[in-house]
C-alpha cells in the first residue's frame, strides 16, 4: 500500500479536474471543527456520485449516513431545481452540523436530514417520499444489505443504488474474515448473485481515504 501515493493523485485530481468551492471546504473545516469523524467521500469520489446523478436523470434520491452532509451537499447540486434529497443520520449533532453547511451551501431547500437510525426511519419514507432515482446507502455498514434490500422496493426501474466502504482494505475477498461489517458486505454480493432485479458491480478505489470500493447497482426493469 502507498497510502502518500494514492492522496496524492487525489490532491492532482482534486487540483485539476474535481473542483472543491468555499462551501464544501467550509463543510469540511465545520464537522472538523464540532469533532465528527472525517470519514466524508473523498472530492473525486463526491464528484463520482454527482455524475451518477446526472447520468440517471435523478430528481429523488435518498442518502444513509449524513455526517456533516459532504456527500448530500454534492448529490443536491447535482440535482434539477425541483430534485429532493432525504438523508438520514442517527446522531443528532452531526445532523445540526450538516443542517448549517447545507444551508450555507445554497442547497437547503433541496435536502430533508430525518434524525434517527435509519430502520426507525424506513417506514416514514413509505408515505409519498419515493420512489427513489439514486439510493446511496453509506450509514451503519452492517445493515448495508437491510437497506439494500428496502432500496430495492423503493427504487425505480432503471434507477441506481450505490454502496460505499464495501471492499474495506480487501477484507471482502477474505471468507474467514471476522469484523461484522466485512461479512455484511460480503453477504450483500452474495444475496445480489441470486438476484435479477438489478446488475450490479463492484469498484475497489484507492485514495486520500485508502482502499474501499463502491458497489453500484442499476434496477432493471420489472
Ligand atoms: N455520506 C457521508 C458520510 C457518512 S459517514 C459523506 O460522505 O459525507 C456514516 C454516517 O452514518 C455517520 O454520520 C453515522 O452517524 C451515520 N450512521 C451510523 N449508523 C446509523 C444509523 N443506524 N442510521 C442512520 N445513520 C447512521
Ligand atoms: C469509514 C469510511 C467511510 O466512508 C464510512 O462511511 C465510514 C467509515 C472509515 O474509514 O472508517
Ligand atoms: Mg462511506
Do not use: C
Not at 473525486?44 to 448530500?72: D, H, M, N, W
Not at 447540486?77 to 452531526?94: M, S
Not at 447545507?102 to 435509519?118: F, S, T
Amino acid at each position: 500500500m502507498d497510502q502518500e501515493l494514492f492522496s496524492a493523485v487525489d490532491q492532482f485530481v482534486g487540483g485539476t479536474i474535481v473542483e472543491e468551492d468555499e462551501a464544501l471546504r467550509g463543510a469540511v473545516a465545520a464537522a472538523e471543527k464540532a469533532g465528527l469523524p472525517a470519514i466524508q467521500v473523498s472530492p473525486p469520489q463526491g464528484k463520482l456520485l454527482q455524475l451518477l446523478v446526472r447520468l440517471v436523470g435523478a430528481k429523488r434520491i435518498l442518502e444513509f449516513g449524513t455526517l456533516g452532509g459532504y456527500s448530500a451537499i454534492l448529490m443536491a447540486r447535482a440535482l434539477p431545481k425541483d430534485g429532493r434529497l432525504i438523508t438520514l443520520e442517527a446522531q443528532a449533532e452531526y445532523a445540526e452540523v450538516a443542517r448549517r453547511s447545507i444551508d450555507a451551501a445554497g442547497v437547503g431547500e433541496k435536502v430533508e436530514i430525518r434524525v434517527g437510525p435509519a430502520l426507525e426511519a424506513l417506514p416514514g419514507l413509505d408515505e409519498g417520499a419515493g420512489p427513489f432515482d439514486l439510493v446511496f446507502i453509506d450509514a451503519d455498514k452492517v445493515n448495508t444489505p437491510t437497506y439494500f434490500t428496502w432500496a430495492l422496493e423503493h427504487v425505480r426501474p432503471g434507477g441506481l443504488i450505490v454502496a460505499d466502504n464495501v471492499v474495506r482494505d480487501g477484507t471482502l475477498a477474505d471468507a474467514e474474515a471476522g469484523d461484522d461489517a466485512t461479512k455484511a458486505q460480503r453477504r450483500l454480493h452474495e444475496m445480489l448473485s441470486e438476484d435479477s432485479r438489478v446488475s450490479a458491480t463492484t469498484i475497489q478505489t484507492v485514495g486520500a481515504k485508502g482502499y474501499d470500493g463502491f458497489l453500484i447497482a442499476l434496477v432493471e426493469p420489472a
